[in-house]
């Protein structure tokens, strides 16, 4: 029997693009997520934020980052200016600006154009029908609350405001078969696991090697333990596999340290290019 491309699944493990395909594609964007399933990923990574009129947009700040974005006129933002607050806009205002045409220093690569932030909404609904229309397997999308940090000078709503405007929303549009929320931020995680036992959690740690300490500290056991790689070795995997839990290392952007990743074990990698991930 000849099966069409689409359905031969490319990747033994969960490849995840990070931000959709920031190294390809301006980040948190519809054409970063669609150039990931593309490209064979099978999770969607994402950042939130919320508008001032109650809309939840993908955005890794929760200001217009001077780095990746335009001001409605088309000017640079200085570097240090963070007052282009998204929580203090509408999502009228936020669509004025560009963050999508700047040259990224840090990827080069990517193909630059106009890009807004997108509505969480429009993301699932191109996603899926782009899916459907291509053969592809339904993506899995693992999204991330960033409700700290504290005392940075910018708005954030507060983890209960903000984790139960995005499980209401996500539990209306697509529920939670195939997805899961991630934090780096013990509050959202205890707090999502309390209210909504439901919702499958991935804890989002910098440093591997404190993995029982960030365990106790959290007080149960999420579905996934999501560390920067660096630190990963193969006891710690084995470890964390014993109790339960899917690895899953960010953000992980060369094919030598995917490779060393793949072989301690891990479930998955999140990385900015799905295009140097091995196919294995
Ligand atoms: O999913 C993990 C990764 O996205 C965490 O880092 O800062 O890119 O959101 P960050
Ligand atoms: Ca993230």
Known sequence: MVFPLSVIA??????????????????NTIPAMIKAMDLGVMTLEMDLAVTKDGQVILSHEPFMNP????????????MDDHSHNIYQM?????????????????????????ATKPLLRDVFEVAEKYAKDMGLPAPRYNIEIKSS????GVYHPGVAEFSDLV?????????????????FDLRVLKYIHEKYPEVPLAMLVEN????QQDLDELGFVPEFY?????????????????????????????KEQMERLLDLG???????????????
């Open 10 to 27: 490319q990747f033994s493990y969960d490849l995840q693009g990070h931000r959709g395909s920031r190294g390809l594609m301006p980040e």
């Open 167 to 183: 499980v209401k929303l996500i539990s209306e549009l697509i529920g939670w078969e195939r997805v899961n929320i991630q934090s």
């Open 208 to 211: 591997a090697s404190r993995y």
């Open 266 to 280: 891990v479930d998955g990698i999140i990385t900015d290019y799905p295009n140097l991930a091995p196919k294995r």
């Open 149 to 152: 940090p504290e005392g940075d």
């Open 226 to 254: 999501s560390p920067y790689f660096l630190a990963l070795d193969k006891e710690i995997v084995e470890s964390l596999h014993q109790k339960g839990m899917k690895v899953v290392p960010w953000t992980v952007n060369t």
């Open 67 to 78: 780095v990746i974005c335009l001001t409605p006129n088309r000017d640079e933002i200085p």
């Open 90 to 114: 509408t999502y009228a205002e936020v669509l004025a600006y560009d963050c999508g045409s700047k040259v990224h220093p840090g990827f080069p690569q990517q193909v630059k154009f106009f």
